[in-house]
């Protein structure tokens, strides 16, 4: 029967890591966050034949998540102490290690080979995975919005021009003119930053974020639609949704990467700050047990001396009855013998008088 680790990943299937973006967006928390990211990164080539992909980790899933998981740690102003050994600032501080980590565990408790296979080839590869990973954050860092915009495009669209393009209105729309307003203002501020992004992201920010309420009215103060509800759109409705929440997650990607790189080298000391304490606790754990079995040994050897003082006043008292009973015993045989002695003495005595008497008479 399998085990809960097993069932939790038989419900999480690898698509991509714009899918895991997307996922993780609907998730509140960062913890809750990391629970399934870790799955999902993890279960990456589980279900294909080759078995080679099973110990391989995609690198732009993991910096999805890590910048997901960062902005909602960021959002809850988490300060653990190291005495919490808090998952999170663990994975943030060392993301590949932490993974890896968790692969072991998987593998424990589990008889799935290929999560097997994922966890040594996780040990042995831990020094790539993190040039990988650090490669790839640089990479983001250097990135333009304009170029963020366009790396969340639908695949085979590779600029911002021929997605606007796309997402022009049908025939009825263009006819009837019902364009919304707020559509048309983000399709201008849009096409006039992809053209000069030097004054700012200003206008593009605040255009994206009204026309997301436009088409969803409910939605609370800094909350995104999650995939879901914009799956329920149709037509052009639906990509022009989808380009305006890109855009300005983009924008927040970029606005945010200082405070997640502050963040996250917060956490990299909270890490081996954290792993410190944990050797410490460790030991000194193993310092008590040292302690407890020399203890142990002490008490032992004073209990076996006691027994052993005890077995040597019984040897010792054991022959000076046997003494006591011995000289009584040649006391007696000694006593009996003078008797014998005696008593031969006067025979031989009276036997010398009757032969002299007798040789007297002769």
């Known amino acids: 029967m399998p085990n809960q680790k ?44 080759d078995p080679e992909l099973a110990d391989e980790i995609d690198i732009e899933s993991v910096l999805v998540a890590k910048n997901k998981i960062a902005e909602a740690a960021l959002a809850e102003n988490k300060n653990p102490t190291v005495q919490e050994a808090d998952k999170v600032s663990l994975f943030l501080g060392d993301t590949m290690g932490y993974l890896t ?3 072991k565990q998987i593998s424990v408790n589990t008889d799935d080979n290929k999560l097997m296979r994922k966890s040594i080839n996780g040990v042995t590869t831990l020094p790539a995975y993190r040039d990988a990973l650090r490669d790839a954050e640089n990479k983001q860092r250097n990135k333009s919005v304009t170029q963020k915009i366009e790396g969340k495009l639908p695949r085979g669209v590779d600029s911002i021009k021929d997605q606007l393009a796309n997402c022009k209105g049908g025939f009825w729309e263009r006819t009837f003119r019902t364009t919304s307003a707020e559509y048309k203002n ?7 930053y992809s053209k000069d992004d030097s004054k700012g992201t200003k206008n593009l920010e605040s255009s994206s974020l009204a026309y997301i309420k436009h088409k969803f009215p409910n939605l609370k103060e800094g909350q995104l639609p999650t995939q879901e509800q914009i799956n329920s759109l149709s037509g052009a409705g639906k990509d022009r949704t989808m380009l305006a929440v890109n855009t300005y997650r983009a924008i927040m990607e970029a606005k945010n990467q200082p405070r997640i790189d502050n963040y996250t080298n917060k956490c990299k000391k909270y890490y081996s700050d954290c792993v410190a304490y944990q050797r410490k606790e460790y030991e000194k754990k193993v310092q008590e047990i040292e302690n407890d079995v020399k203890q142990l040994g002490k008490e032992i050897e004073a209990a076996n001396s006691a027994n052993a003082q005890k077995e040597e006043n019984i040897i010792v ?23 014998e002695m005696e008593n031969l003495n006067i025979n031989e005595a009276s036997k010398s008088l009757e032969e002299d008497e007798m040789g007297m008479e002769q």
């Open 6 to 49: 097993e069932t939790k990943y038989e419900k999480v299937k690898f698509v991509s890591a714009e899918d895991l973006g997307n996922k993780l967006d609907a998730i509140q928390g960062a913890q809750a966050k990391l629970e399934y990211a870790q799955m999902y990164i993890l279960s990456y080539g589980l279900d294909e034949d």
């Open 101 to 103: 980590s968790v692969s």
């Open 186 to 192: 983000f399709e201008r501020e849009l096409e006039s």
């Open 317 to 339: 008292e054991a022959p000076k009855e046997d003494i006591s009973f011995q000289n009584q015993l040649s006391e007696d045989v000694k006593e009996v013998n003078e008797e």
